[in-house]
C-alpha cells in the first residue's frame, strides 16, 4: 500500500507517471531511490516501457532478483508485458482475477477487461469492489483515476463525478498527489462552463512547459487533450495552433485514432466538413473498431431512416 511518507522521494517519478511522460519514468537510475522506494519505481518503470510498446522482460527479472518476496507484484507486471508483446493466447493470469487485493493489479486487470473484453462494466464492477475497501487502501489511488474515466467513456457523468466525491474524502494527502488532479482536470473539462474548463486547460498547459521535447508520445498526449479543450472554449485559431504542433510531431503510434475523431469534429466546425470523408478513411485505417466510426455509421442510418419514412412517393 502507498504511503504519505514515500511523497516526497516519489513526487517527480509519480508526476511524470501520471502524465504520461514515459521516456523520463523510464531513464531514472534505481539507485537514487532508497530500497522503501525502488519497487515502486519498478513498477513504473516496467509500465512505461509497455506503454511505450517495447519489451520490459530484462527489468522484470532484475526486479525478481532484488525482490524475491514481491512474487505478486512482478506476476501481475509479468502478465502486462506478456499481453503487450505476445498477445493474449497462452495468458489467463487476468482471467482468473474474481478480486483484486492490491493497487497494481486492480488497474491492469481492469485494463485487460476493457482493451481485450471490451468489457467496461465488469472493469468497473471491479474497481468499484476495490475502492469501496478505502480504510484497506487509503492510498492506492490510481483505481479511483481509471473508474471515473471510464464512466465518462459510458457519458456517465453523475456516477464519475460521485467517485471524484468519494476521493476528497480520503486523507488530505490523497488530495495533495498527481492522481486527484489529473482526475479533477477529466471532471472540471466535463463539467463544461468556461471557469470549469479553462482550470483543466491550464493544468495541462502548464504540462507542456515541462520539457516534453525529447518525448514525442508525451507531448502528442498532451497537445491532444489541449485540442480538444481550445474546441470546447472555442477558441478556434488556438486550436489551429495546436493542430499545427501535432503535425509536426509526425507522430504515428498510440493516440492518434483518437486525435483523427477530434480533427473531424473540427473539421465540421470551421470548414463545412470538407475534408471528412478523407479523414474517415484515416481513422477506419488507424483503428477500425472506433467508437467514432460506429456512432457516425449509427447517425447516418437513423437519418436514412428518417428519409425513407417521410419519402415522398
Not at 121 to 140: G, M, P, V, Y
Amino acid at each position: 500500500m502507498n504511503d504519505i511518507s514515500d511523497s516526497g522521494e516519489l513526487f517527480t517519478i509519480r508526476n511524470q507517471f501520471y502524465t504520461g511522460q514515459h521516456s523520463k519514468v523510464v531513464a531514472y537510475d534505481l539507485d537514487l531511490f532508497s530500497p522503501e522506494a525502488q519497487l515502486k519505481v519498478l513498477e513504473f518503470q516496467v509500465r512505461s516501457i509497455v506503454a511505450r510498446d517495447d519489451d520490459a522482460s530484462l527489468l522484470i527479472e532484475q526486479g525478481k532478483n532484488v525482490f524475491p518476496d514481491q512474487e505478486e507484484v512482478f506476476s501481475v507486471l509479468q502478465a502486462w508485458n506478456d499481453l503487450a508483446t505476445f498477445g493474449t493466447d497462452e495468458l489467463t493470469y487476468f482471467d482468473d482475477i474474481a478480486e483484486a487485493t492490491f493497487e497494481t493489479q486492480a488497474v491492469l486487470t481492469a485494463l485487460y477487461l476493457v482493451k481485450y473484453h471490451k468489457d467496461v462494466d465488469l472493469a468497473i464492477a471491479l474497481l468499484t469492489k476495490f475502492t469501496a475497501r478505502a480504510s484497506e487502501n487509503a492510498f492506492e489511488l490510481e483505481p479511483y483515476l481509471l473508474l471515473v474515466q471510464l464512466y465518462l467513456f459510458k457519458e456517465n457523468f453523475a456516477e464519475a463525478n460521485k467517485v471524484y466525491l468519494k476521493f476528497q474524502k480520503l486523507p488530505f494527502g490523497a488530495r495533495d498527489d498527481i492522481v486527484y488532479h489529473v482526475l479533477e482536470s477529466w471532471i472540471n473539462s466535463v463539467k463544461g462552463q468556461s471557469d470549469n474548463i479553462s482550470n483543466a486547460y491550464y493544468f495541462y498547459d502548464e504540462l507542456l512547459s515541462s520539457d516534453l521535447d525529447d518525448d514525442v508520445q508525451s507531448k502528442f498526449r498532451v497537445l491532444s487533450v489541449l485540442f480538444v479543450m481550445t474546441l470546447q472554449l472555442k477558441h478556434i485559431p488556438e486550436a489551429q495552433e495546436v493542430l499545427d504542433q501535432v503535425a509536426s510531431l509526425d507522430y504515428k503510434g498510440a493516440g492518434t485514432a483518437d486525435m483523427l475523431a477530434n480533427r473531424i469534429t473540427y473539421e465540421y466546425l470551421t470548414n463545412d466538413g470538407a475534408n471528412v470523408v478523407a479523414l474517415l478513411r484515416e481513422l477506419a485505417a488507424a483503428d477500425a473498431e472506433h467508437q467514432f466510426l460506429a456512432d457516425f455509421k449509427e447517425k447516418n442510418e437513423r437519418f436514412d431512416a428518417i428519409v425513407e419514412k417521410y419519402q415522398v412517393i
